[in-house]
């Protein structure tokens, strides 16, 4: 059994300890993104009594933070947590960046390769390519490398991570000579301040960078001497409120730094330029601007020359610009028609021609022009109706300008070359597309002799990499292996000298990326370039069976992304069984689309288990798992098993399902004797044109299903009854509905005589309650008291008490827009006692976690009762309407509360808690009895340090009901 200190472990958002009955956990009117929790002090003792064994899914390893497990806690023994599940064997870890020094002699890549979830830099040497080394520093528990960048002359690197604070990115240097050192290049930070982008100085000398260093949230730039790290200078001149600075550049000659700010007026964007032998004194490069005009984009010529895009004289209408002297600039496309705009623009290796892209000619028809040698004009061939420009790029010697385009045929988009030289007609390079195949984007090589462009040539939907000359168009050859079903080339690079791509790509398996060198000269010579990378597990959802001896996940654990369901035994935590049966290729079980069988025998699941894409319901016995049985009848061409709740029969022997099994798109419902898999009875009467079933649920006693759909007329949704022994007669339970209402929602009471539902039934479009008992189909009573003009009662959150003599719910009654609680009798419908106290102006009773405590007596319930949008929760006697006690401690500012729940024996209420502290994640899990409000002790951990972002996914008693959190 693998024990886990708590005292070694952060988390998230944890996990609740909720009574499986009677907890609606709908959300709904009422529950905004509001600030509550608990401060940092230590909750005193409260004195429970009895221990609480709860599972819950989180991500609970701060090392492998893309984990998600089962994990067993107990609130009489908050020093350890088990871990239930085995570690999963599917490789999760992938390559998400990559690329060459700039002298090609090596491949650096990022990468989860040792951690899932924790990115680090890694370098290949080229020449020899064998175990890749590590590049960066040694990173703090949960940190990862974001982004980086190399030197000039290839000797150091510069990255960004959370190497020292978790959470707080900042910019460290490494040199590829001295793998795993690296120093710190910013000065300190704040508490919430990161580092944004960077970049070296053409001459290595220097690293600009953006943060926001000095005043949290607001970017500004800084210099920094990699010789002197630690120690920058500001280098923008001081912002107006509200502004930052966006994108920056150094000049060639690396004396001055360019960078686009709101730096005089907030939100209109300009162009600076600083000199960084005088930081903090920029000046203003572009003309003035029209009102509602801004800079959008800049770049620096090789000679120096700096231009950029600027809707200047026209809002709207981008154009491009050169800058002849500060505040003094001149246009320099060709004139736009009226609505054009240039989108991009690129130079030229020796900055002496321009591309760009603009609709200048014909409003919305975004084409390609060329500005050189004296000459403007447009490059591209003439245009398919419809047809655009997508990307274009100059070759490195700057003879040819590439582009891809749906030239020839409507949204089909191919790649194209033209002569700059002498500005002839374009030529088409890729080979024949497949039927819906396009090109997705290209690179020359650096020699300029030939291109490489990943597209869908061969198979649609299936990207891959290629490789033609310009002496050969059309003639491509594949350089990428073959792809593994569902993979495909997501990038890639060409090495300085031309002779081969190193690629990212999904070859082997599916949805794993990985690192691949290839030939360019000799197709079909790769080589991967990481090692093994990092497996890990991702379990989505969890069942406890009724006796609280097992538990059934769904989970990734032998393949990525590939979701089974797995059995474990509580008695044996660490090991498991798959139970589902095997899957064709690209089918999964479905997310939180299983249960356990009454008894706890057999496990029914959602899965297009035998054809991909074809969803059906199936059952495995957990004594014989991994062998299962189909339960649906055959389904009529595209038609599926819906993805509802996971129905049985309360004595276990049947289940019902909805599918459009007989007619495509007409949703119908369904009853299987699980002895007889495979065979179904339709249960409900004939639907009318256009019908459907909408939801449905078993009478408690089994011999029942009630169900809701628009049967009898199309688009007037009614309530139903059917007898199991005597399918396809059913019977209308509500009374006549006004024209154009509708039932939205019903639930059956626990002695299954009556069912309560919510429909528009006597005025449009306002919703009120109702019950009709079931000996008596056609007549109904309506249970809420007279509403206020303009009410209305909620969908989510009513329901009957345990006891089934009462019936709880949410409406606008007495005030339009404050949602506040109700209570009414069934002896005594239409008069209804609100339960909560008086609300502040603007507060509103939640759905969410809104429950009776198990013996009816009382009723918990979540509002910004006292305070505008803090949340807190209640409890309140039902005999004793209106007068509520608060049970949670007082909340931090920037807090949130969320779910809550109610204890089996009706004594403890648990909450979690949610906070952001220095922007980590922090949720936490409270216990309170409710004769003690306010005196809650904690059964989660106390964070010490810094962690990652961990999640508290879903928590359930043992046994009992699976609840979810929802931040």
């Known amino acids: 059994m693998r024990i886990i200190q708590k005292n070694n472990c952060r988390w998230w958002a944890l996990l609740i300890i909720l009574i499986p009955l009677a907890l609606i956990t709908a959300c709904g009117g009422g529950g905004g993104g509001g600030s509550d929790v608990v401060d940092g002090s230590d909750p005193v003792d409260g004195g429970i009594e009895k221990a609480k064994d709860v599972i819950f899914l989180a991500n609970q390893d701060e090392n492998a933070p893309e984990d998600y497990n089962l994990y067993l806690a107990n609130s009489q023994n908050p020093e350890a947590l088990t871990k239930l599940n085995p570690p999963g064997a599917a490789v999760h870890g992938d390559v998400i960046q990559m690329a060459f020094t700039p002298d090609g002699a090596y491949a650096v890549y990022l990468a989860d390769q040792e951690s899932n979830g924790i990115y680090e830099l890694y370098l290949v040497d080229m020449a020899s390519p064998g175990t890749p080394v590590k590049l960066n520093g040694t990173l703090s528990s949960g940190g990862s490398v974001d982004d980086f960048t190399f030197s000039p002359d290839s000797s150091r690197v510069a990255y960004s991570a959370d190497q020292d604070t978790a959470g707080m990115k900042e910019l460290y240097l ?69 502004g930052g600075v966006k994108e920056f550049a150094f000049s060639p000659d690396s004396l001055n730094v360019a960078y686009r700010a709101d730096q005089d007026t907030d939100a209109v964007f300009e162009l600076y330029s600083v000199d960084i032998a005088s930081p903090g004194t920029s000046v203003k490069l572009n003309s003035s601007l029209v009102e509602g005009g801004d800079v959008a984009d800049f ?26 002297s500060p505040g003094n600039s001149h246009k320099f496309n060709s004139p736009l028609v009226a609505g054009g705009s240039v989108t991009d623009f690129i130079l030229n290796s020796g900055g002496s021609a321009m591309a760009y892209r603009a609709d200048q000619d014909t409003d919305g028809v975004y084409e390609l022009y060329y500005v050189g040698g004296g000459v403007k004009t447009k490059i591209n061939g003439p245009l398919v109706a419809g047809g655009n420009i997508k990307a274009f790029a100059f070759s ?25 030289t002498v500005l002839g007609p374009s030529a088409k390079i890729n080979a024949p597309m497949a039927p819906n195949g396009d090109v997705m984007e290209f690179k020359f090589r650096p020699d300029s002799l030939g291109l490489a462009y990943r597209a869908d040539q061969d198979t649609d939907n299936v990207y891959e990499l290629y490789s033609v000359t310009l002496a050969t168009p059309g003639a491509a050859t594949r350089l990428n292996s073959g792809l593994t079903n569902g993979g495909d080339v997501h990038e890639f690079a060409i090495h300085p000298d031309s002779s081969r791509v190193v690629y990212l790509a999904d070859q082997e398996k599916d949805l794993v990326d990985e690192f691949y060198s290839a030939s360019i000269a000799m197709t079909g010579v790769l080589r991967k370039l990481n090692i093994s990378l990092a497996t890990g597990i991702e379990i989505t959802d969890f069942q406890v069976s009724p006796n609280g001896k097992q538990v059934v996940y769904r989970a990734d654990q032998d393949m990525n992304d590939v979701f089974n369901l797995y059995l474990l035994d509580m008695t044996t ?70 993805n509802d709740a996971i129905a049985f029969s309360p004595d276990g022997n049947h289940m019902v399902y909805r599918s459009d099994q007989d007619t495509d798109q007409v949703y119908e419902l369904y009853l299987v004797d699980l002895t007889t898999p495979g065979t179904s009875t339709k249960l409900n009467s004939a639907l009318v044109a256009g019908g459907d079933i909408l939801d449905y649920s078993f009478s408690p006693d089994g011999s029942k299903v009630a169900y809701r759909a628009d049967q009898d007329i199309d688009e007037m949704e009614e ?20 024209a154009d209402a509708d039932i939205t929602r019903f639930i059956i009471s626990p002695d299954g005589r009556r069912i309560a539902y919510r429909a528009d039934h006597d005025t449009d479009e306002v919703f009120e309650l109702y019950l009709t008992d079931m000996s008596t189909p056609g007549t109904s009573a309506k249970l809420n008291s007279a509403l206020t003009i303009g009410g209305n009662v909620y969908r989510s959150g009513f329901t009957f008490s345990p006891d089934g003599s009462q019936v709880l719910y949410r409406a606008d009654q007495d005030i339009d827009g404050t ?51 803090i949340y807190e929760i209640y409890s309140v006697s039902v005999a004793s309407p209106g007068v509520s006690t608060k049970l949670n401690q007082p909340l931090a ?5 969320y779910m809550h729940g109610v204890s089996p024996d009706s004594i403890n209420v648990s909450f979690v808690t949610y906070q952001e502290i220095d922007d980590t994640p922090l949720g936490e899990l409270y216990l309170v009895r409710r004769d003690d409000p306010g005196n809650a002790i904690r059964l989660s951990i106390p964070r010490t340090g810094t962690a990652p972002d961990l999640n508290i996914e879903a928590f359930s008693f043992v046994p009992g009901e699976v609840f979810y959190t929802y931040y």
């Open 893 to 897: 500012e920037g807090s949130e509360l």
């Open 299 to 324: 770049l620096f010529s090789p000679t120096g020359h700096l231009y950029y895009r600027a809707d200047q004289d026209t809002d709207g209408s981008d154009e491009v610009y050169i800058v002849i």
């Open 719 to 738: 309530l139903y009854l059917v007898d199991v022994s005597t399918p396809g007669t059913s019977t209308k339970l509500n009374s006549a509905l006004a």
């Open 573 to 642: 935590p660490g090991t498991s069984v798959k139970l589902s049966g095997a899957l064709v290729a690209g089918g999964d079980v479905n997310y939180d689309a299983f249960a356990f069988s009454p008894d706890g025998s057999h496990v029914a699941y959602h899965a297009d288990q035998d054809t991909d894409e074809v969803y059906e319901l199936y059952l495995v016995d957990t004594a014989n798992p991994g062998t299962s049985v189909k339960l649906n009848s055959a389904l009529v061409a595209n038609g599926d098993v819906s």
């Open 174 to 242: 490494a040199a590829v000579a001295s793998p795993g050192t690296s120093v710190k290049l910013n000065s300190p930070l704040p508490d919430l301040g990161d580092v944004e982008d960077f970049s070296f100085s053409p001459d290595g000398n220097w690293v600009a960078y953006t943060a926001d260093q000095d005043t949290e949230a607001i970017s500004e730039l800084y210099l920094v001497d990699p010789t002197a790290p630690g120690t920058s200078a500001k280098l923008n001149s001081a912002l107006v409120e509200g």
């Open 396 to 420: 490195p010697d700057d003879t040819e300008v590439g582009y891809i385009a749906d030239q020839d045929t409507n949204d089909v988009y191919e790649l194209y070359t033209v002569d700059v």
């Open 819 to 869: 949602v506040e609680l109700y209570l009414v009798d069934l002896t005594a419908p239409g008069t209804s006692a609100k339960l909560n106290s008086a609300l502040v102006a603007g507060g509103d009773v939640s759905s969410r976690g809104l429950s009776f405590s198990p013996d009816s007596s009382n009723v918990v319930y979540r509002a910004d009762q006292d305070t505008y949008d």
